[in-house]
């Protein structure tokens, strides 16, 4: 996957002359310690971060912990103090006034807490804003309009007032308007958070349903811990302006790393966030006989592999033993009823899967085994402390 | 014992006699300057008013407050109009709403600009605002002494008085309009690209527009007093009636002079209040009012079509 936007040793400090407080957190001094040594606020401590090409990459943390700072920094609304952000490896810290109003005009979009559409303004117009600016000519601005609308499900709505709309709506028409202008990277700070819980779940599916078919790079603030899990690729995590945890939504929940994370992952629901390759057993196939293999189950059992790595039958642990002893013939003592589980499955649709008594195989993609899980592995994984010789996270 | 009078030793009055006429000599054509534009928009305005026919311009007028305002308004304004003319003091009625038009025009024109200037620059603010701390802390009567002493008396130096007593509130409440904008707009501009110039007529300017109509308003009552005022220094007019009145004792004249101005007051009021007043969460009540001049519904309506639509569709992804 490429980058698309990488932020490298970001500060931002909250004054006129931050040269003190810059060289104070050189030296490891934290936001506290600064504000009380010099009264300045500091937003942004030595952030680095990358942002893979259509990912949605949540930004989190407590309020004040600096996440509008840093998404505010990315199109430059807060000036950073020090530090580079590299948009495609150009760095708009530096680009010029010109350079920087290209940028926000085509490059970077915007999404606002509190939609921050116009009232005076009809959807349509607000739709066609950004394209206004760039002086795009009244009938392709329109229809241009008129295209995003239909895509966020407001194809009729054109002519009303932004007033005349519900929050989901108004919110709708605010992406339609960070869409019209056709920018790869769109900045959606507490886009959601406005909204009450169900109009929210509703907005975020919009968001992924877009997002499948658009495959935007985007930044998402939030301070809401399941809208992260929900949406994001990759979570990083804030505290008094650093980053503390940065990563995929399962290796955060299953290491937090630190108490203030763990705070956030405590009522995750873990059997939607981990899938099966999360909790089982890796398998290590030995030699059964020709052009077989054996991985073991755990329980005495164990399954049997083709040389391409299929998983043909299971043996129970009576006929294994058998089988070891006496040298029976494998045919027909081949159990067919084992489950097969996919490794991306969450661990809910693999608890749901499981069968007492049958063995469990975990297969990628191509169909080749991966893994085997037991019941207590399931629910190991499904309960908050990580299980202990899983695959672990695949971050 | 020291007596108070004992004290004006400092021939202050003379100082300021001799500073005024060496600025009146010196600074002649800034004056002049200033004096031509109010002159040349003044005498037009006294022109046109004088030039309409009675009826047509009631009936103009009252098609405005109904459009602008609304059926009450109008009502009154044709009342309050026929009642002038029915007074005898149509003619001045005329000469003293030019001079409260042509201060609305030169107000708008100059302070407008000036208070987005303020607006945009925290240095021209900290100039602009004491100055018009003390020009709306001076009793209007005051104002009537430097005009004099620069500009000389009559109808035009009146004027000149007239727009700067009325234009303090424009230039402020232009200031506090665009300065109120939610930042969250601003920086809704800022994100997509605007330049200076573009946020200010994209985004501020329409968003101040309701503000910015508030002032109007106020300038408009400031000219109205003001234009009564300034029949002191010879400027023609309803106050002429009063002051005339007044200095014959003829209580009747005087008495007919105050209720037109009253009458012309309340219906310059009503109609620059209702143009003001924010019609409903969209806020664009100039807008709105002035389309409605060219619809066949009128504003009002549009208004309650607009609020029966709020809570009727569902909420949820209408169209898909
Ligand atoms: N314009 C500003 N001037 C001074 N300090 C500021 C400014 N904006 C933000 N801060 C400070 O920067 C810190 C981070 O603020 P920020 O708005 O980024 O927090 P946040 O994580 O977005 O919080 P929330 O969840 O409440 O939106 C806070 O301590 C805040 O007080
Ligand atoms: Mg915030």
Not at chain 1, 91 to 107: K, N, S, Y
Not at chain 1, 133 to 139: E, H, K
Request: aromatic share 4%; charged share 20%; proline share 5%.
């Amino acid at each position: 996957m490429t980058e698309r936007l990488r932020v490298e040793n970001l500060y931002k400090v909250f004054s006129k002359s931050p040269e003190p407080a810059l060289r104070m957190l050189a030296q490891g001094a934290k936001k506290a310690e600064v504000l009380v040594k010099t009264g300045i606020v500091v937003g942004l401590n030595d952030v680095s971060l990358s942002v893979p090409t259509g990912a949605i990459y949540m930004v989190m943390g407590l309020s004040g912990s600096g996440k509008s700072t840093l998404a505010r920094c990315i199109n430059r609304l807060n000036e950073p103090s020090a530090g580079r952000i590299l948009l495609d490896g150009q760095d708009i810290v530096t680009a010029g006034e010109a350079e920087l109003r290209d940028i926000r005009r085509t490059r970077i979009s915007m999404v606002f807490q509190h939609f921050a559409l116009l009232p005076n303004r009809t959807v349509a117009e607000n739709t066609e804003f950004g394209l206004k600016l760039q002086g795009v000519s009244p009938r392709v601005r329109r229809q241009r309009a008129e295209e995003v609308l239909s895509i966020v499900g407001l194809a009729r709505w054109g002519n009303h007032y932004p007033h005349e709309l519900s929050g989901g709506m108004r919110q709708r028409v605010g992406l339609a308007r960070a869409l019209a202008t056709d920018a790869d990277v769109l900045i959606m700070d507490e886009a959601f958070s406005a909204l009450d819980p169900l109009i929210r779940t509703e907005m975020q599916d919009e968001l992924l349903r877009l997002q499948r078919s658009l495959k935007k790079t985007i930044l998402f603030i939030t301070h809401d811990f399941q809208e992260a899990l929900k949406l994001g690729t990759r979570i990083a995590i804030m505290a008094d302006g650093e980053l503390v945890r940065e990563g995929t939504p399962q290796s955060i929940v299953l290491e937090p790393g630190s108490d203030y994370v763990a705070a956030f992952t405590r009522e995750v629901d873990r059997s939607r966030l981990f899938d099966a390759r999360s909790a089982m057993n890796p398998v290590q196939p030995v030699p059964l006989a020709a052009g077989l293999s054996l991985a073991e189950t755990g329980d005495g059992g164990g399954l049997v592999l083709d040389d391409a790595g299929l998983v043909v039958g299971a043996l129970d642990a009576d006929t294994l033993r058998a089988l070891r002893t006496g040298g029976t013939s494998l045919g027909n003592l081949l159990r067919k009823d084992f489950v097969t589980v996919h490794e991306c499955d969450s661990l809910l649709d693999v608890a749901r899967a499981h069968r007492a008594g049958r063995p469990m195989a975990v297969v990628d993609g191509a169909g080749r085994l991966t893994g085997t899980l037991a019941a207590d592995r399931i629910l190991a994984g499904i309960a908050s402390t990580p299980p202990q010789a899983a695959g672990g996270p695949h971050a | 014992m020291l007596d108070a009078d004992d004290l004006a030793v400092f021939p202050v009055d003379s100082w300021i006699q001799d500073g005024v006429a060496w600025v009146a000599l010196n600074l002649r054509p800034l004056f002049l300057a200033i004096k031509w534009p109010v002159e040349y928009v003044l005498n037009l305005n006294i022109y046109l008013l004088h030039e309409i026919p009675f009826l047509a311009f009631v009936a103009v007028a009252v098609l405005l407050a109904w459009r602008l305002a609304s059926l009450g308004v109008a009502a009154f304004t044709a009342i309050a109009l026929v009642a002038i003319a029915a007074l005898g003091v149509w003619s001045e009625a005329m000469t003293t709403l030019s001079l409260i038009t042509t201060a609305i025009v030169i107000c708008a024109a100059v302070g407008i600009p000036i208070g987005i200037g303020c607006a945009r620059s925290d240095r021209m603010w900290g100039v602009v605002r004491p100055v018009l701390d003390i020009m709306q802390t001076t009793p209007t009567f005051v104002y009537l002494v430097p005009v004099v002493m620069l500009f000389g008396v009559g109808t035009v130096p009146g004027e000149v008085a007239v727009v700067t007593a009325a234009a303090p509130p424009l230039i402020r409440f232009t200031n506090l309009g665009i300065r109120m904008v939610e930042t969250e707009m601003v920086e809704a501009g800022l994100a997509f690209g605007a330049t200076k110039r573009q946020l200010l007529w994209e985004v501020q300017l329409p968003l101040a527009v309701p503000t910015i109509l508030g002032g109007l308003n106020q300038t408009v009552l400031t000219a109205m007093v003001m234009s009564v005022v300034v029949a002191m220094i010879g400027a023609e007019g309803l106050g002429l009636v009063v002051l005339q009145g007044l200095g014959r004792l003829d209580v009747g004249r005087a008495a007919v002079g105050g209720i037109a101005i009253v009458l012309l007051a309340m219906v310059l009021d009503r109609i620059t209040q209702k143009l003001a007043q924010p019609g409903g969460p969209g806020g664009r009540p100039l807008l709105r009012s002035l389309r409605g001049l060219f619809r066949a519904d009128r504003p009002v309506e549009n208004q309650a079509v607009a609020g029966k639509t709020v809570g009727g569709p569902a909420i949820a992804n209408p169209d898909q």
